[in-house]
């Protein structure tokens, strides 16, 4: 973050572009907040935002990164706050509108927090079906019947922006074993490990990261290689913040 903040004297665009390969290498892409801050930058080099703009805009994405590493939500969406109202406010001649339409979808999926889908809104695909014949589930009921092949169930995720996602299955497996389920979206795919739990009315949560892109649709089902039969209540979805946090 230090890093992108630098005016430009100080470390090139060159110099910077080999430390992040270098670091991309080491650490993998940027995310989240760190994934906004480049595109700051980025933008600032090609001349689609003022330098003296870009470097207000940094400073808070700095604050949002820091409040994160603190554990302080609170904090956190006060900086994002922040930055969006200097985006919304800036003249044309200081950020390009198409530059400051993506980073504000960019900063409003952060700022949004974790969205939680009841399994029982999405489209069941399959054999998939509702059930409410067991205890400690959320909404008005679960998705149950994924005993064959191609069962499962479909959302559009109400993501803004590209980006990696917590994706957190909320299930049930009584089957005395670990059972898989695919999850994809766009190109991706993941086979999902849902161990086995005491009974029926137990609920646990699987979570993995996963990339999703803005509008794509999200499936859980039982593809070829699963063997499937699970319940499943709810999937949340969690921008990736991209900061180690102090928890």
């Known amino acids: ?63 949002a990164a820091r409040a994160v590493s603190a554990g302080d939500d609170a904090a956190m969406r006060k900086a994002l706050d922040r930055f969006a109202a200097l985006v919304t406010a800036a003249p044309a001649d200081q950020v390009d509108p198409d530059v400051a339409t993506d980073l504000l979808a960019s900063t409003g999926v952060i700022a949004a927090g974790p969205r939680t889908y009841e399994a029982e809104a999405a489209q069941l695909l399959g054999a998939a079906c509702l059930r409410t014949d067991h205890t400690g589930y959320t909404g008005s009921g679960f998705v149950a019947c994924l ?21 957190r299955i909320r299930y049930a497996n009584a089957m005395g074993n670990t059972r898989t389920m695919t999850l994809s979206s766009g190109s991706s795919s993941l086979v999902l490990q849902l161990p086995t739990l005491a009974n029926w009315d137990t609920w646990s949560e699987n979570t993995v990261t996963f990339p999703i892109a803005a509008g794509d649709a999200v499936t859980l089902v039982f593809a070829a290689t699963d063997n499937g039969n699970v319940n499943v209540d709810t999937v949340t979805l969690e921008p990736d913040l991209g900061v180690v946090t102090g928890a």
Do not use: C
């Open 1 to 63: 973050m230090d890093l992108y903040g630098l005016p430009v004297p100080q470390v090139s665009t060159q110099a910077r572009a080999a430390i992040d390969d270098l670091l991309t290498v080491r650490l993998g892409a940027p995310r989240g907040l760190l994934s906004i801050a480049g595109d700051v930058r980025l933008a600032t080099d090609e001349g689609t935002i003022h330098a003296v703009l870009s470097q207000r805009l940094l400073d808070e994405v700095t604050a």
């Open 147 to 167: 005993k064959t092949k191609d069962s499962g169930l479909r959302f559009t995720a109400a993501v803004a922006a590209d980006g990696d996602y917590t994706v």
